[in-house]
């Protein structure tokens, strides 16, 4: 045998033992079959695990529950909650391209660029904000918590959009067109980095809090100012 033959079989055989070379399949087996089955056909609920199917999610659901950290979790019914991935971007892309050969939508590609903040703003506010707040900062929902958009991308955004993750609604192309959805993405990139004009920004709490802040310094002020007043009467 050749010696440049023999380096590429000693290479396809210990590439594989270093675990470099995992697929989008061995990843699969390794943790996410125990709750979603075989080919994502999915485990029903009465045992240990269990899990829906994945045939049909396609890339995108893939792709936004692994990229947030959602999946893996310890257990089928708890909340999800963002987190680091265990996984790295190259078995990411592996794992997503692999759940995604079961059918369904691709990973989206947004162009907030061309979207509009104020026509943002208004969508957020009427369809987002009553769960996740008007400054995108998060809040509790009836059986769960609705997370910030703090450390959302762009992709990201418009995935959840589409899916409806956990106790998040899904809103069909009816509802809302891509070009909306844009606009959307860029009205919370602008409330991830707020311009905080004229002041102390108190966390972005919304105007509820803020409001009840500004009360309580005008209030213990005025209480203050008067006892000035009232000290210095004879």
Not at 86 to 114: K, M, T, W
Not at 166 to 172: A, G
Not at 209 to 217: N, Q
Request: hydrophobic share 40%; with cysteine.
């Amino acid at each position: 045998m050749r010696p440049t033959v023999l380096i590429v079989v000693l290479v396809a055989l210990l590439v594989p033992q270093l675990g470099g070379a995992d697929s989008g399949a061995d990843l699969y087996l390794q943790s996410c079959v125990t709750c979603h089955g075989r080919g994502g056909s999915g485990v029903p609920p009465g045992g240990k695990h269990f899990g829906p199917p994945l045939q049909g999610v396609g890339a995108q659901a893939a792709d936004f529950y692994l990229t947030t950290g959602y999946m893996p979790v310890q257990r089928a019914d708890q909340e999800p909650v963002r987190k680091s991935s265990p996984f790295s971007d190259a078995e990411l892309r592996s794992l997503v391209q692999f759940i995604g050969s079961f059918g369904g939508p691709p990973v989206p590609h947004p162009r907030p660029e061309r979207g509009s903040v104020s026509e943002g703003l208004e969508l957020f506010t009427a369809n987002c904000a009553g769960c996740h707040q008007v400054a995108a900062e998060g809040g509790l929902v009836v059986g769960g918590t609705a997370p910030t958009l703090a450390d959302s991308t762009p992709i990201q955004i418009a995935e959840a959009v589409r899916i409806g993750p956990y106790l998040m609604p899904r809103f069909t192309r009816k509802q809302l067109d891509d070009r909306q959805v844009d606009s959307i993405i860029r009205y919370v990139q602008l409330a991830q980095h707020p311009d905080d004009r004229g002041g102390w920004g108190i966390g972005h709490l919304g105007p509820i809090p803020e409001g009840l802040v500004a009360w309580l310094i005008a209030g213990a002020a005025l209480v203050g100012v008067a006892a000035v007043i009232g000290g210095r009467a004879p």
